[in-house]
């Protein structure tokens, strides 16, 4: 059957007549050529961490508060290989110096082992850069007496960087001070389970009122404020060493202990940024899609697609059931990338499709954290001509849809042992009670498909 646009079939009938009576070809049975669409499907994932908390209440205790010697926070996290920790907490006798980790944060795991150890050594002292330093638990704009101070907050900085601060300092006065090892004012623990993968961490003051920090009016209390905590696959979640502040919070830390901004700023961009695997697509009229929703996996190499982001079975297995005016391909290098590999968040794949009226673009490509997820287009397929058979062009990525493959018995995003970054080897996971393929629902993943990708259609 020749399918013909809608609007142009009155005006090919009447050159038809008007050909046939001048003795011309009738050109009204030439077949519709075919219209080439680009299609785009970003990973616009803002997530530049997987977890993240706040600790603010002493152990044993019931209100937030500071930790006075002998005092500990505590907070735990469920974790995989590969993630790192970081948190910040300030000395509350200072202008606005941290307790933190390098800016990488501390590896949970050495040689596929989750750590259970002191870890206090990962610790340094952290001069934000907001302000002009001055003697600890002594200068007018430090922690312990800005309240009462009558000009405002500390002069700012003349070096706005993120950096450690060694001993002996130079203060903003030119005197020089001897800072207090880390070790000496606190203690940070981490344990693990292995079999749960849940880490605790432990921070404790573990310094002394009457020693630890020596100034010109004589010893000075430690204290250790709330602070902020978050769990990254990596990156530099809260500062970059040699940077400015990036002024998300960390500030209102280091200069007050106040977590609040911080961890409103951590929480916005905390989820599964996850990486999404080449693809499969398929576009034809036949009603034929990559897979079916209710059905088993018909074991033809969504599960392959599904589990480890292998293509390759898929393809192969669908060659034998595409018919001769479809068109069945692969997407599987970002743009920009000189090899095929995942699409990381901010990176994106094209690929360039042909379609007549009536056809419909489906395709597959896995959720990279998790055991058998994949991102897809709704069972049907999306439609690249309208009711009247002009293009479909624009936004149309609320025809995307996550999908459980029924596989594999799902583990948490990116963290269980046999999700994508995790596994040791494919298919070792348990198998799935429910066998069937199936849209994962809010109430089990509530991060809408539409903060993950943006699948856009062009001519």
Known sequence: MIKLHAGRV??????????????????????????TFKVRLENVAP?????????????????????????????????????????????????????????????????????????????SLWDVGTELDEEPGVGAHTGPKQSSSTDGPGAADTNVNVRRVTSPTTLGNGSTFNVPAVASMIRVTVSSNAATRQFTVRLENVASDTSTLQTTEGA????????????TAGGEP?????????????????????VTGLAAALANTTGTGTPVSPGVFLVTAS??????????????????????????????????HVMAQDMLGTFNTPEGAASPGAARPGSAYTFEVSARPGDRL????????????????????????????QPVTGDVSSMLRLYDAGTELSEEL?????????????NSGMADTDNKVREVASSVYSTPVTSHLKLTISR
């Open 10 to 35: 009155s005006t090919l009938l009447a050159s038809a007549l008007l050909a046939t009576a001048c003795g011309g070809e009738d050109d009204s049975q030439l077949p519709v050529e075919p219209t």
């Open 220 to 231: 000075k209390p430690v204290r250790v404020s709330p602070g902020v905590w978050t769990l």
């Open 414 to 426: 990116g963290i269980g042992a046999n999700t994508g970054p995790q596994q040791s080897a494919p």
């Open 362 to 389: 489906s395709f597959v490509t896995m959720y990279g954290m998790s055991n058998d997820w994949f991102f897809g287009t709704t069972s049907e397929g999306i439609a690249l001509f309208d009711a009247m058979e």
């Open 238 to 258: 809260l500062f970059s060493e040699g940077q400015k502040d990036r002024g998300l919070g960390l500030e209102a830390i280091a200069e007050m202990g106040q």
């Open 47 to 123: 997530f530049t961490q997987l977890k993240s908390g706040v600790f603010n209440t002493r152990v044993g205790g019931t209100t937030p508060g500071p930790l006075a010697p002998g005092e500990a926070y505590e907070f735990s996290f469920t974790a995989g290989k590969g993630q790192k920790l970081s948190f910040a907490t300030m000395l509350g006798q200072s202008n606005d110096w941290i307790f933190a980790p390098g800016a990488g944060g501390i590896e949970l795991y050495e040689n596929g082992t989750p750590i259970s150890k002191d870890v206090t050594l990962s610790v």
């Open 287 to 320: 009603g034929h899609t990559l897979f079916t929703v209710g059905a088993a996996d018909s074991g033809q190499g969504l599960e392959r697609v599904a589990e480890e982001g292998n293509i390759t079975p898929l393809v192969e297995a669908m060659k034998g």
